[in-house]
């Protein structure tokens, strides 16, 4: 059952249990979208090819491992707010918003390039989430933003890579993460994956599709 199907029993001292829901039901996505970038970082760890492959693959590591303790953070403040957060795949894929990400292997700068909109997508989404929270609880707030610190350093070093010396992006403009691949490594072809269809989720995660569908208005592949 999704958090947000009913209201904690408690929650922590000074908020009311409604309030408590309401920071629940936001830092459920946000679980969700450390979780999914943790396993995107991984992917791109494995998956990077090209001259600048040992460069792109070690600089992931460090960056997933912090994404982990930021995933870590979010899901023990929901506890700690008397919720019960989910943590398994088939909550995240039957509860996010966005799609997998679509790049497979290819050029380690293309993918730079790719998930540069990656951390557009969460940051964003984390900026609004502070905003929500801000007037209900400044701890989650508080919180929120820890994490904004971390991963807005870590589009710097991505965008880094994509930078020019009169300070323009390769991939400015892109609205895909195929098209911002291209853009950042147009003589490299980038590999298109299949990104996984809501139709292949497993029987258990079916159950809350509908009802994930209903909750949200953002739309697909803008917001994590
Ligand atoms: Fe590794």
């Given at each position: 059952?999704?958090?947000?199907?009913?209201?904690?029993?408690?929650?922590?001292?000074?908020?009311g249990l409604d309030e408590g829901r309401q920071?629940?039901?936001?830092?459920?996505?946000?679980?969700?979208?450390?979780?999914?970038?943790?396993?995107?970082?991984?992917?791109?760890?494995?998956?990077?090819?090209?001259?600048?492959?040992?460069?792109?693959?070690?600089?992931?590591?460090?960056?997933?491992?912090?994404?982990?303790?930021?995933?870590?953070?979010?899901?023990?403040?929901?506890?700690?707010?008397?919720?019960?957060?989910?943590?398994?795949?088939?909550?995240?894929?039957?509860?996010?918003?966005?799609?997998?990400?679509?790049?497979?292997?290819?050029?380690?700068?293309?993918?730079?390039?790719?998930?540069?909109?990656?951390?557009?997508?969460?940051?964003?989404?984390?900026?609004?989430?502070?905003?929500?929270?801000?007037?209900?609880?400044?701890?989650?707030?508080?919180?929120?933003?820890?994490?904004?610190?971390?991963?807005?350093?870590?589009?710097?070093?991505?965008?880094?890579?994509?930078?020019?010396?009169?300070?323009?992006?390769?991939?400015?403009?892109?609205?895909?993460?195929?098209?911002?691949?291209?853009?950042?490594?147009?003589?490299?072809?980038?590999?298109?994956?299949?990104?996984?269809?809501?139709?292949?989720?497993?029987?258990?995660?079916?159950?809350?599709?509908?009802r994930a569908a209903k909750k949200t208005t953002?739309?697909?592949?803008?917001?994590?």
């Amino acid at each position: 059952m999704s958090p947000s199907a009913s209201a904690p029993r408690y929650t922590v001292p000074g908020l009311g249990l409604d309030e408590g829901r309401q920071v629940i039901d936001l830092l459920t996505l946000r679980l969700h979208a450390l979780n999914d970038l943790a396993l995107t970082l991984k992917h791109i760890h494995w998956n990077v090819v090209g001259p600048h492959f040992i460069a792109v693959h070690e600089m992931l590591d460090p960056q997933t491992a912090a994404v982990r303790e930021m995933a870590d953070s979010a899901a023990e403040r929901i506890s700690a707010l008397g919720g019960e957060p989910h943590g398994t795949p088939g909550a995240l894929v039957a509860e996010r918003t966005w799609d997998d990400y679509s790049v497979g292997r290819a050029d380690a700068i293309a993918h730079l390039g790719a998930l540069d909109l990656v951390y557009t997508g969460i940051i964003e989404d984390h900026r609004r989430a502070v905003q929500e929270a801000g007037g209900i609880d400044p701890i989650t707030e508080d919180l929120l933003i820890e994490h904004l610190r971390g991963l807005e350093q870590f589009q710097w070093f991505v965008r880094a890579h994509l930078e020019s010396g009169s300070g323009s992006l390769s991939n400015a403009g892109a609205t895909t993460e195929e098209q911002a691949a291209r853009r950042a490594a147009p003589q490299k072809a980038a590999a298109k994956r299949t990104p996984a269809k809501k139709t292949a989720l497993p029987p258990a995660a079916k159950k809350t599709v509908k009802r994930a569908a209903k909750k949200t208005t953002a739309s697909k592949r803008t917001t994590r």
